[in-house]
């Protein structure tokens, strides 16, 4: 069963870089999608981009020019930057797999989640 | 605001059926598969439905779903307490970015 573990700072000063790293295990890194999903306090999912093994990427358009997935297969690990933060960033992110072979592509992994906050 | 409509909030009695739409466009819910997630207060979400109306191992047949055109709605039927949650609905959008229903919060009341 594959289980996924979200890890980095909780507080992240405005203007500052947003990181967290998302370790994966019980499964092979190379087999999904793996993605960076959002959650504002008492708002909705927005899904910020996946990479897959091959480090092929893609971010949502609307933060694309501020995110950068990474990947290091060797450690199972994938990892999230989000640049020039704001209040706005605040949010509980997780991390998220699906299935390269799904045809509906749903979410089959998450991690429990972990809430950045950011403030001066 | 959310590029898939949901409606807020749903409230109903113990052993009744819900309906839960959810509005897109034919770039999204029109040409692409929905899926449906539960999710309790303080976890994360959890596949409730994929691939418009199949249920993953585990969850009950009192939960279904259909997709047409560009709405889908999923149904709860003999509603238990334990159904409280908060539902979303998902697709892939063909501007290349998965996208998310505002997600409904049901009560039972």
């Known amino acids: 069963q594959v289980q996924l573990q979200e890890s980095g700072p909780g507080l992240v000063k405005p203007s500052e870089t947003l990181s967290l790293t998302c370790t994966v295990s019980?499964?092979?890194?190379?087999?999904?999608?793996w993605s960076w999903i959002r959650q504002s306090p008492g708002k909705g999912l927005e899904w910020i981009g996946y990479?897959?093994?091959?480090?092929?990427?893609n971010y949502n358009p609307s933060l694309k020019s501020r995110v950068t997935i990474s990947i290091d297969t060797s450690k199972n690990q994938f990892s999230l930057k989000l640049r020039s933060v704001t209040a706005a960033d605040t949010a509980v992110y997780y991390c998220?797999?699906?299935?390269?072979?799904?045809?509906?592509?749903?979410?089959?992994?998450w991690g429990q989640g972990t809430l950045v906050t950011v403030s001066s | 605001q959310s590029v898939l409509t949901q409606p807020p909030s749903a409230s109903v009695t113990p052993g009744q059926r819900v309906t839960i739409s959810c509005s897109g466009s034919?770039?999204?819910?029109?040409?692409?598969?929905v899926n449906w997630y539960q999710q309790f207060p303080g976890t994360a979400p959890k596949v409730l439905i994929y691939?418009?109306?199949q249920r993953p191992s585990g969850v009950p047949d009192r939960f279904s779903a259909s997709k047409s055109g560009i709405s889908a709605s999923l149904a709860i039927s003999g509603l238990q307490s334990e159904d409280e949650a908060d539902y979303y609905c998902?697709?892939?959008?063909?501007?290349?970015?998965?996208?998310f229903g505002g997600g409904t919060k049901l009560t039972v009341l």
């Open positions: 019980g499964g092979s890194i190379n087999s999904y999608y």
């Open positions: 998902s697709t892939w959008d063909d501007n290349f970015t998965w996208v």
């Open positions: 034919s770039s999204n819910i029109g040409s692409n598969a």
């Open positions: 990479i897959y093994y091959t480090e092929s990427t």
């Open positions: 691939n418009n109306n």
């Open positions: 998220a797999g699906q299935e390269f072979s799904s045809s509906s592509g749903e979410f089959d992994y």
